[in-house]
């Protein structure tokens, strides 16, 4: 296994470009299966999440080319209904399938997805979304079975927010027959985003970022050529780095409006910022003031940054308190941050963070995506030497993080397992 390792204290500089979002594409892809044909994505970056997905699409039959930062997706010859195992417990993004097989093919067969590391999260939304549009669903040796003779609109209620149920609900609902009514939907903007892609293959969906989706089901799809957005996370956890470490960096080809809400809560830390349509110039705070976070459904604090910019307020001065309601295990991060010599107490679903005044180099170990991004931010402003295992993590949802922060002037190695 790959490690990082990261000679921390050094000033960044420079632009640094995002990648397309993950989030947004991992749905798309999904979406691609809901015809014959080829569709086109542009801005694909080369994930591990992406390679994953694109694995589970070539097992139900697809044909994936994926040249440069371009992914053309043929599902022409799709046929076999099921996403194994061995692939869903690697990656539940990949239950984004079950929506497309059973608007296309009347049957999904998708292998329950188990815990992960940031918590048990269940499906029982997703399943709740296709029996209110006809399938029946039963649960067999860990598999869930969808099937239908013909989906039929419906109205859904969620009665929490989901960003992966509203997916799979929206992408059973374009080919249901008559109308289809989603309340309590999410608007985060890969919602928005594949509400785009859908409309683009001919589907009838109105109510964009808002939390009432009407959908009037269409007889077919054609396939689709989109351009993916920016990364919000990859976005903020640049814009982090660049308060951690006290660097006037700026990230290019991003929309800040996405982390409209990151930017408000590192003003109130004393950072600044110049924002054009597609940039965010960093002016970095001398002194890191304490501020509280708790994560909710988009346009609140992401749950995705939650660790990041936990990394940042160990080196606040004072304390701050950071609750997350949408994953209340998702605190993986903060035993290794304490390795380094932060101050941090957990109490259930809150960290108290008691600023200190510099972290230290240690080995650490990275749990998940996002914890692990938190820890090489923690790094990057620690003194001496950090070394983070496991860093397969970060490979899922980061493109060549090492390259670009190293662009940027930071001292950081990977070192080949
Ligand atoms: C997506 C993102 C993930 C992000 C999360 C919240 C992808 C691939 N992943 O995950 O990075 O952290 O949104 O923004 O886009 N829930 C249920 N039942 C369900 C589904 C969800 O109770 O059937 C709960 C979850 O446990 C959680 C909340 O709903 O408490 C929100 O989860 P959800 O929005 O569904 O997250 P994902 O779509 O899995």
Request: hydrophobic letters at 45%; glycine letters at 8%; aromatic letters at 4%.
């Amino acid at each position: 296994m790959d490690k990082f390792i990261i000679k921390g204290g050094k000033n960044l500089s420079g632009c640094v470009e995002i990648s397309g979002a993950k989030n947004a594409i991992l749905p798309i892809m999904a979406a691609s299966l809901l015809t014959k044909g080829k569709s086109v994505l542009h801005n694909v970056p080369h994930l591990n999440d992406i390679k994953m997905m694109a694995h589970v699409l070539r097992v139900i039959g697809a044909r994936i080319d994926f040249e440069g930062e371009t992914m053309e997706i043929d599902a022409t010859h799709a046929s076999f209904c099921e996403a194994p195992y061995e692939l869903v417990s690697k990656m539940r993004a990949s239950i984004y399938v079950m929506g497309p097989l059973l608007a296309r093919f009347g049957s999904a067969k998708v292998s329950f997805p188990g815990g992960c590391a940031i918590g048990t999260r269940p499906v029982d939304l997703h399943l709740m979304a296709m029996e209110a549009l006809n399938a029946e669903i039963t649960i067999e040796h860990g598999y869930v079975l969808a099937k239908t003779k013909k989906l039929k609109g419906g109205n859904i209620t969620f009665p929490k927010v989901s960003v992966g149920a509203t997916a799979n609900a929206l992408m059973a609902a374009v080919l249901a027959k008559g109308e289809t009514n989603i309340y309590n939907a999410a608007i985060e903007p890969e919602i928005g985003s594949l509400i785009d892609f859908l409309n683009l293959m001919g589907a009838n969906i109105k109510g964009k970022n808002t939390d009432h989706l009407q959908i009037a089901g269409v007889k077919e799809l054609h396939p689709a050529e989109m351009t993916m957005i920016p990364d919000r996370i990859e976005a903020g956890t640049f814009v982090i780095a660049g308060a951690i470490t006290k660097s006037p960096i700026t990230i290019k080809n991003c929309v800040p409006e996405h982390i409209q809400i990151l930017l408000e809560k590192l003003k109130e830390t004393g950072c600044e910022f110049e924002i054009s349509e597609d940039s965010i110039k960093v002016i970095p705070a001398e002194n890191i003031l304490p501020t509280d976070i708790q994560t909710q459904p988009y346009p609140l604090f992401p749950t995705d940054l939650q660790a990041q910019f936990l990394a940042l307020m160990t080196l606040a001065e004072g304390t701050s308190r950071i609750e997350d309601t949408i994953f209340p295990d998702r605190f993986m991060h903060v035993a290794e941050l304490n390795r380094l010599d932060a101050d941090i107490m957990m109490n259930k679903n809150a960290a108290t963070i008691n600023g200190v005044k510099s972290l230290s180099g240690a080995e650490v170990m990275a749990t998940d995506l996002r914890a692990s991004a938190a820890l090489v931010l923690a790094g990057l402003a620690a003194s001496g030497q950090t070394t983070i295992s496991r860093i397969y993590h970060i490979d899922r949802g980061y493109e060549r993080i090492e390259e670009k922060l190293k662009k940027l002037g930071a001292d950081i190695k990977r070192i080949k397992g």
